[in-house]
């Protein structure tokens, strides 16, 4: 399938918050915006269809989920990750991050600890506080360009639990900001740290369908009966398909108890889908897999071609993402502090990044990158920013 992604189509005035908040955010309106994480691509043909054809029959009253839409979830995921799920234990709520809000009031008291391995998610911080629990970091541990989770200080912050009284481990599967998809060893020996130690896992795997060839994710429950039963998994089509404007995302929760208290917690608070949103599911899991082909194959080409020119930009060095259209920018060896930095790429190089420590204190002298934009503007930010350090 060919879709014309290098057209750059300008998003400015239709409700963005890449393209409309960039003044508010950056404090001006002149950058190329590569920060918050939606793409710069039109969505799939049948995901337009699917909408319009809704939005030609006039009547939008209260929705309900029809059988069909968990069909085609079951089969996606069945067929994508051999992983057999059942319609019962399909939530549906507004995004991945409502869902992970409600799944920690869920699973936890005020007081407890949830366990994340930053640098990661910023949103994952608010979650956690406002469910007036504590952060308990596992940082991750950066080898030779290459991110990996610490399993011994795990097993430590465990032992030492009586300090602080986690409950659970938030785990965000493929990692953003590192671009980590996760080994099935690695999952294994997470899950088994956490059925040891009582820890129920939330797992965000709402990239999961953006990876890059040689790599597989595998859904954190899927690896074990016993996982299964200690996880709360967040699928979505908003980042596969990009649809985070329509809000829509599905929580997978095969625990009963766990599945029943999760309702609740969100009785009253939740209100039914958007029916658009259901129909950009629906045709999105179902027919959108061509778009997706392609879209996968762009997004690598964008990161190759990203890679190799950062080979002649001195200072800043790419973590080649393994998943998720988010690269991680090691920028250390520009030897400046966070505000200079965060100052150089708006004011001289005119890119909107997001600023690594928004992360946690290890994205120190990090910047993310949003890759998911069409190849000339790619090309254009990075000679802006390749201009901009030679001038350094
Ligand atoms: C790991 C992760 N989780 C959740 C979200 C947000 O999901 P939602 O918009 O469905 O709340 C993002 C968006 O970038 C993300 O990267």
Redesign the pocket.
Known sequence: MKCDFDKVHSRKNTYSTKWDCMKDIFGRDDLIPMW??DMDFPVAEPIRKAIKNRADYPFYGYSRIKNSLMDVIISRVLNKFQWKIEKEWIVFT???????NIAIRTVTSPGDGIIIQQPV?H??FPSIINSNCKIVNNPLKLDNGKYEMDFKNLSQLTEENERYNSKAILL?SP??PIGRVWKREELLELGKIAIENNLFVIS?E??SEIIYKGYKHHPFASLSKEFEDNSIT?I?P??TFNL?GL?V?SMIIPNKKIREKFKHTMAGIVSQPNIFALESFEAGFKDGDPWLNYLLEYLEENLDFMINYFKDIKGIEPIRAEG?Y?IWLDCRKLNLNQADLKDFMINDAKVGLEDGTIFGDDGEGFMRMNIALPRPLLEEALKRIKISVNLL
């Open positions: 918050i994480a507004p995004g991945v991050i409502s869902g992970v998610y949103l994952f965000c990692h953003n965000d709402i990239h967040c979505s908003s980042k985070a809000n995302s998720t988010l």
